[in-house]
């Protein structure tokens, strides 16, 4: 993927590398209004104070290591899509992945992560609405922990599975997590639509077939419990 200057400095990260625009509202994209939202979530909260913080990302390293393992591939390219504030890009660059993409609709959580990542960090970032995202390379392996969900409508879940397919590469890998069936109904107020393995399945045939599912208890910092489905699918 090139690196681009960016073309909408309000939607910016300060010197990022690389910024894509913000897409508009088209095939369900939502994104002035997410963007808006997790932005203020971002910037009023700290990292611990949201459900979803872990210290360590140990799950999504064990899956990531996992599948390139199963694939007989090695650490590579890899996008962590909707990455928020997550120590994940910090992790993987130690575990040698490069370059690692950090994909989110808030460029308040991005710039949170360029400032605590060291100079010349193989990270490119780019704020876009998944939705809208349009991706021009291939990707060894792509992760999601708690991003997919919020998608609710049929369109936009398209829309996410078509922007996978393109970034890719046949044979790469894609490791998601959403809240499962008896997950919570909402996340930061927002509704979400909660998966087992055989929706995401289906919702991914025929471009991704399923290598791996598991259920996971994520314990929130204030100890409440919230399932996750976890799947790892190979790019057909
Ligand atoms: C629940 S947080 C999870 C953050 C991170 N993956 C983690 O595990 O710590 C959801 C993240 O997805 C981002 N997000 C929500 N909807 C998005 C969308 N449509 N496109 C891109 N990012 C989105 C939010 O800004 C937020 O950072």
Redesign the pocket.
């Given at each position: 993927m090139p690196w681009t200057k960016a073309t909408a400095p309000d939607r910016c990260v300060r010197d990022a590398w690389v910024v894509e625009p913000i897409g508009g509202r088209e095939d369900g994209a939502?994104s002035d209004h997410?963007a808006r939202h997790?932005d203020d979530v971002y910037s009023s909260k700290a990292a611990d104070e949201t459900s979803?913080?872990?210290q360590r990302?140990a799950t999504s390293l064990r899956l990531l290591s996992d599948a390139v393992a199963s694939t007989g591939g090695r650490p590579g390219s890899v996008v962590?899509?909707?990455?928020?504030t997550?120590s994940l890009v910090d992790e993987l660059l130690a575990a040698g992945w490069a370059p690692v993409t950090v994909?989110?609709?808030?460029a308040a959580?991005l710039a949170t992560t360029r400032a605590r990542l060291p100079e010349g960090a193989e990270v490119r970032y780019v704020v876009?609405?998944?939705?809208a995202w349009q991706p021009d390379g291939a990707f060894d392996a792509w992760h999601d922990?708690?991003?997919f969900h919020?998608?609710t409508e049929d369109a936009q879940q398209a829309r996410y599975v078509a922007a996978a397919t393109d970034a890719v590469r046949p044979g790469g890998v894609l490791v998601i997590g959403t809240f499962g069936p008896g997950g919570p109904e909402q996340?930061?107020g927002l509704p979400v639509a909660r998966h087992d393995v055989a929706s995401l399945r289906a919702r991914f045939a025929p471009d991704f077939e399923v290598l791996a599912g598991e259920v996971e208890v994520h314990r929130t910092p204030w100890g409440s419990e919230q399932q996750f489905t976890w799947a790892t699918l190979r790019r057909t």
């Amino acid at each position: 993927m090139p690196w681009t200057k960016a073309t909408a400095p309000d939607r910016c990260v300060r010197d990022a590398w690389v910024v894509e625009p913000i897409g508009g509202r088209e095939d369900g994209a939502m994104s002035d209004h997410a963007a808006r939202h997790w932005d203020d979530v971002y910037s009023s909260k700290a990292a611990d104070e949201t459900s979803w913080y872990q210290q360590r990302p140990a799950t999504s390293l064990r899956l990531l290591s996992d599948a390139v393992a199963s694939t007989g591939g090695r650490p590579g390219s890899v996008v962590d899509v909707g990455a928020g504030t997550s120590s994940l890009v910090d992790e993987l660059l130690a575990a040698g992945w490069a370059p690692v993409t950090v994909l989110d609709v808030s460029a308040a959580a991005l710039a949170t992560t360029r400032a605590r990542l060291p100079e010349g960090a193989e990270v490119r970032y780019v704020v876009s609405d998944i939705v809208a995202w349009q991706p021009d390379g291939a990707f060894d392996a792509w992760h999601d922990r708690a991003v997919f969900h919020f998608l609710t409508e049929d369109a936009q879940q398209a829309r996410y599975v078509a922007a996978a397919t393109d970034a890719v590469r046949p044979g790469g890998v894609l490791v998601i997590g959403t809240f499962g069936p008896g997950g919570p109904e909402q996340c930061s107020g927002l509704p979400v639509a909660r998966h087992d393995v055989a929706s995401l399945r289906a919702r991914f045939a025929p471009d991704f077939e399923v290598l791996a599912g598991e259920v996971e208890v994520h314990r929130t910092p204030w100890g409440s419990e919230q399932q996750f489905t976890w799947a790892t699918l190979r790019r057909t």
